[in-house]
Every structure is written in structure tokens, then in C-alpha cells.
């Protein structure tokens, strides 16, 4: 069954490529110029998002350089740890709604110090996959696309984030 499984996901990919053009082609779709439509359409996507990008990114740098994370990281520790979230995955779940990618690295620096089947390492992973960049999905997508008034959007993101720490720490402990 495992073979199947893995013969099938090795073809999915290459029979869909295949696929779709083919399909549209039967229809009457003028593949190759839709598709550099669509593609011209992303590249202009892309140029409106730098700025939201660059933004993001210099805010996110100035937090981390300024020792605003540790600061952060110090004054909640107490009330943490007697949760029972170790203070070691707070700069995880505080840079997460932030950005993907400074989180990731967190998470790797804590499996590399803690080790992979440690409890941190089961934590920050089980984070790492199960919340999002709030933060950044605000600036950027909604920026990009002109959305100037975020209502409620901030807050249930930060809601969201919040309850996926919680649920990770729950799942993490009922299995580890």
C-alpha cells in the first residue's frame, strides 16, 4: 500500500502539468498566452508587495537588534513558566505571527540545542506547523491588495496564534 501511495504523489505533479494544459487546449484556450498573462499579473503583484515586505522586514529586524525580545522574553518568563510554557519557546511564539522565516530559525537553534525528540523540539515544531504569520499576511497580502481597515483581522489572528500555542502545549505534553 506504502508503494502505491509513494508511486502515486511521484506522478501527481508531472500528470496535473500535463494535464491542465492539455484540457485547455481542447477548449480553445491559447495556453502559452494566458499563461504569460497570468504571469505578468503576478510580476506586477509582486513589485506592489515590496514595500509591505521590506516594512516587515526592517520592523521585525529592528525588534530582535534592539534586545526588545529578550526584555519581552524576561519580564514573562514568571507567569510562564508556571503555565507551563518553557521561557525558551517564547521568542518562538512571539516571533511566529511575525515572520516565518525568524521563526524557523528560533526553532532550529532550539532542536539543535534541546535536540529533536526533546520537548522543546516537539514544541516549537508542532508551532512551527500550526499557526501562521499573522503579521506578515496583514502587511503584505492585505497591503498589497489596498485593504486599509483590518476591523477585527488583527485581533482574531492574534486570537488564532494564541489558541494554536495553547492547543500545541496541550498536544505536545498529552504525548511527550
Not at 508503494?3 to 495556453?31: C, D, N, Q, T
Not at 518553557?86 to 532542536?111: K, N, T
Request: net charge neutral; aromatic share 10%.
Amino acid at each position: 500500500m506504502f508503494e502505491i501511495i509513494a508511486e502515486l504523489s511521484r506522478w501527481a505533479i508531472p500528470v496535473i502539468l500535463l494535464f491542465v494544459p492539455l484540457v485547455a487546449m481542447v477548449r480553445g484556450i491559447k495556453v502559452y498566452e494566458t499563461f504569460v498573462d497570468g504571469a505578468e499579473a503576478g510580476f506586477a503583484t509582486a513589485i506592489k508587495t515590496i514595500p509591505y515586505l521590506v516594512a516587515m522586514l526592517v520592523a521585525i529586524s529592528v525588534f530582535r537588534a534592539s534586545g526588545a525580545m529578550e526584555v519581552l522574553v524576561a519580564a514573562l518568563s514568571p507567569m510562564l513558566n508556571y503555565v507551563g510554557l518553557p521561557a525558551d519557546v517564547l521568542p518562538h511564539a512571539v516571533m511566529r505571527p511575525l515572520s516565518g522565516g525568524a521563526a524557523l530559525g528560533i526553532a532550529s537553534d532550539i532542536i539543535k540545542t534541546h535536540g529533536p525528540d526533546s520537548f522543546l523540539g516537539r514544541l516549537v515544531s508542532t508551532m512551527q506547523g500550526s499557526c501562521d504569520t499573522t503579521f506578515y499576511v496583514l502587511t503584505l497580502y492585505f497591503g498589497s491588495v489596498g485593504i486599509r481597515k483590518y476591523r477585527y483581522s488583527v485581533l482574531l489572528g492574534l486570537v488564532a496564534d494564541l489558541t494554536t500555542l495553547i492547543a500545541s502545549i496541550f498536544i505536545v505534553r498529552m504525548i511527550f
